[in-house]
């Protein structure tokens, strides 16, 4: 079965501060990566997602990821956080192939100082 | 027009009470998903059904059940709730790519605060 690992619990940054939090997958075959993010109070939203093509994807609200096959990892990257992009950001893994199944990290917390 | 929606937002409730959520999507997707989310905010896949049929059924005890009568809908019933069951629970619906099966994005829904006394 697959596991996605998030390494950063909370992270705590200033406005306009660069961002990026880690995300691993274990799963050998071939995966469709996301990014949610869930503003507080709210429902999940995609910010982007990766099938296939060009590893380098870009989302909304200025949001980007790399998905690095020979790491296993798509990590999120945001070169200037404001105060608004404060929320819970879930990376989420799907194998490719038969699988209905959504399988989650456990979440980073942003929190974004003014 | 909300895509996926969710009825109730908010349920509290006694331990020992039976409760139902409902869910309805209107994006014509083919796949619903139930999702637990605990107060760790850690998601887990509960159940998902494509076109009416139980495909993914994880450990959850039996007293979940959840029922679509049709493809738009998902519904989930909770006998003798417990008050572990205490959560958010999201209903979630994709579409199906393809012939091997390759689910899209999923679009969730606004989210059920359960509450248990």
């Known amino acids: 079965a697959q596991s996605v690992s998030q390494h950063n619990h909370h992270v705590i940054l200033s406005e306009a501060a660069s961002l990026e939090l880690g995300c691993n997958y274990s799963?050998?075959?071939?995966?469709?990566l996301f990014w949610y993010v869930q503003y507080p109070g709210q429902h999940l939203q995609l910010l982007l997602k990766?099938?296939?093509?060009?590893?380098l994807v870009k989302g909304i609200k200025g949001f980007e990821a790399e998905f690095i096959k020979s790491k296993f990892s798509f990590n999120l990257r945001k070169p200037s956080v404001q105060w608004s992009d404060t929320a819970e950001y879930f990376c989420?893994?799907?194998?490719?192939?038969?699988?209905?199944?959504?399988?989650f990290g456990k979440g980073t917390k942003l929190s974004v100082i003014p | 027009d909300t895509a996926v929606s969710q009825t109730p937002k908010y349920l509290v409730t006694q331990m020992g009470n039976d409760k139902s959520i409902k869910c309805e999507q209107n994006?014509?997707?083919?796949?619903m998903y139930w999702y637990k989310q605990d107060s760790k905010k850690f998601l887990k896949i509960m159940f998902s059904?494509?076109?009416?049929?139980?495909?993914i059924n994880e450990t959850v005890p039996n007293r979940f059940s959840p029922k679509s009568p049709d493809k738009a809908h998902l519904n989930l019933h909770i006998n003798s709730l417990e008050l572990g069951d205490s959560a958010v629970y999201f209903c979630?619906?994709?579409?199906?790519?393809?012939?091997?099966?390759?689910?899209?994005?999923?679009?969730f829904g606004p989210g059920t605060r359960l509450t248990v006394l």
């Open positions: 799963y050998g075959g071939t995966v469709n």
């Open positions: 989420a893994v799907n194998r490719k192939a038969g699988s209905y199944q959504l399988t």
């Open positions: 994006l014509g997707h083919d796949t």
């Open positions: 990766y099938f296939s093509g060009d590893p």
């Open positions: 979630a619906s994709s579409q199906v790519v393809g012939r091997t099966g390759n689910t899209d994005t999923q679009y």
């Open positions: 059904y494509n076109n009416k049929e139980l495909i």
